[in-house]
């Protein structure tokens, strides 16, 4: 230490006081959230050149951080916890999520081993497997949680290439002869699948892009004929990826269908259900699980619809091994005895790894599932009561069939479309955002938040 410098934190005695005005502030903030502009209204650079271009040498007291994070940070922020945030995917940052994510920051645990911390693991473990059992998910499942669906998806996909037998992992793809490798996946899909593809050397032309029916979902018959095509011209078949609830219209692609097609064609089965998948705590919503029991990998994300602060997603798989056999390199400085235990940093490509599940038992031993699934059910029907109202209107269409708590709509013309839309943004009374169906511009409206009611869906008529 340097003579004459105190150590990094002397005494907790700021820390109490500072950490004591921040949970008011938390508390404060989640009280009255609906007061704020959803969308913040700064323009690019705004918020960067109220700094200074350096780093002061010196501390500065929590006192004067926390009233410029008032004062220079907070005008541009977008608020992702308002209750009338309907934009992407809205999430919810809970008071037991935001406890757990600070008992997280506290301990500072990394669980790259079983050793490493025991409890992370083993939370980790059993709290995926109630969640896997809470969503009426098959229990033969292996959980591990990660920051995001796209990562997950990521890394199913890697096994799915190891799969193939062509020795990918020890051999690599260049300077040697491989066919082409194909993924299949709806024109819906997320972009997450064709980023995958194109990390795992795959290439964006290796990812066929199935067209979907009226109602958005893959066309099994033209998946059917993009196979045959394909296995015709010497291609390596490598997976299929449903989408269970896709991103602009949450349609859900036929699984049971496409499940046999990939038990035929020998294929990995990937399901993404990143926003859908917490709708099946309610038992009336495991429909969307028909042909399941087939998959060999489900993305789902409890921080899009179950509460849960980001980043926290859960892959599941029925072929942990293979997960395993594409990522496991052990170095000698990571040896040790606990062989018979999980260590995760065997089923990914990270090697440090944060206590997420414990926000996670918290978010869903904190509420009790019978209180989410009542959270669940109250947003789905504020959706179908959104569709019911938008189609007793002459000068509304609604684009696709509302599903779960996604409504999309448009007016006459895309640029009258525009037009709401830019207006309901610029309010800062809500925050929808936009997608094209069928090359018709449409308002997209997903409901999320823990804190939403009906008062705020109904925003979205008053603009109309
Ligand atoms: C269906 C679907 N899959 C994957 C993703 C990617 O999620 P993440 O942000 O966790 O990577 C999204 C994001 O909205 C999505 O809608």
């Known amino acids: 230490m340097i003579p004459g410098m105190p150590k990094l934190d002397p005494n907790s005695t700021e820390f109490r006081a500072a950490g004591h005005r921040v949970v008011d502030w938390i508390a404060d903030y989640l009280d009255n959230v609906d007061r704020y502009d959803v969308l913040s209204r700064v323009q690019p650079g705004d918020i960067a050149k109220q700094f200074e271009t350096n780093a002061h040498d010196t ?24 209750p009338a945030f309907f ?29 490493t911390s025991p409890a992370l693991t083993e939370l980790e473990t059993l709290a995926l497997q109630w969640l896997r059992d809470a969503l009426g998910l098959p229990s033969n499942l292996f ?21 193939l037998g062509l020795d990918i992992r020890r051999k690599g793809m260049t300077g040697r002869d491989l066919p082409p490798i194909r993924i299949y996946c709806s024109e819906h899909a997320h972009s997450s699948i064709e980023k995958a593809a194109l990390a795992l050397g795959i290439g964006a032309e290796g990812v066929v892009q199935i067209p979907g029916d009226d109602a958005f ?8 004929a ?15 990826s449903a989408t269970l609830g896709t991103t602009s219209t949450a349609s859900v692609d036929p699984l049971p269908r496409i499940a046999q097609i990939a038990a035929r064609e020998k294929m990995w089965l990937h399901v993404d259900a990143a926003y859908a ?30 509460f849960t602060p980001i980043d926290c997603s859960v892959l599941w798989t029925r072929k942990p091994d293979v997960l395993r056999e594409t990522f496991s390199l052990v170095p000698e400085y990571l040896k040790t ?48 009561r959104l569709a019911e109202e938008l189609q007793k209107r002459d000068d509304v269409e609604l684009l696709a069939p ?13 640029e009258e479309t525009q037009a709401v839309l830019d207006r309901m943004n610029a309010s800062g009374r809500l925050f929808v955002s936009h997608t094209k169906l069928k090359g018709k511009l449409g308002i997209r409206v997903a409901i999320g938040n823990g804190a939403t009611e009906w008062e705020h869906v109904e925003r979205v008529l008053s603009f109309l």
């Open 337 to 384: 005895p606990d062989t018979a235990e999980i260590n995760y940093m065997d089923y990914g490509l990270q090697l440090g790894r944060r206590f997420r599940a414990l926000k996670l038992w918290m978010v869903m031993e904190h509420y009790g599932l019978e209180r989410l699934r009542g959270v669940i059910r109250d947003q789905i029907g504020f959706a179908k």
């Open 217 to 224: 979902r893959m066309d099994v018959d033209a998946l059917e």
């Open 277 to 306: 998948g917490p709708s099946t705590l309610c038992p009336e919503n495991r429909w969307l699980w028909d042909g399941i029991e087939s998959a060999d990998s489900i993305v789902v994300n409890p921080h899009k619809w179950m």
């Open 143 to 163: 959980g591990i949680i990660n920051d995001t669906a796209s990562i997950n998806s990521f890394l199913a996909l890697a096994a799915a290439r190891e799969a």
């Open 226 to 240: 993009a196979i045959a095509r394909d296995r015709a011209s010497g291609a390596l078949l490598c997976a299929i």
């Open 87 to 115: 934009a992407y995917f809205s999430i919810t940052g809970s008071q037991a999520g935001i406890l757990g994510e600070m008992l997280m920051s506290a301990l500072n645990l990394n669980g790259m081993l079983w050793r």
């Open 402 to 414: 509302q599903m779960f708590s996604v409504v999309v709509f448009r007016k006459k013309t895309d």
């Open 59 to 82: 501390g500065r007291s929590y006192d004067d951080l926390l009233s410029e994070f008032e004062s220079k940070i907070m005008p541009g922020v977008t608020h992702w916890n308002h």
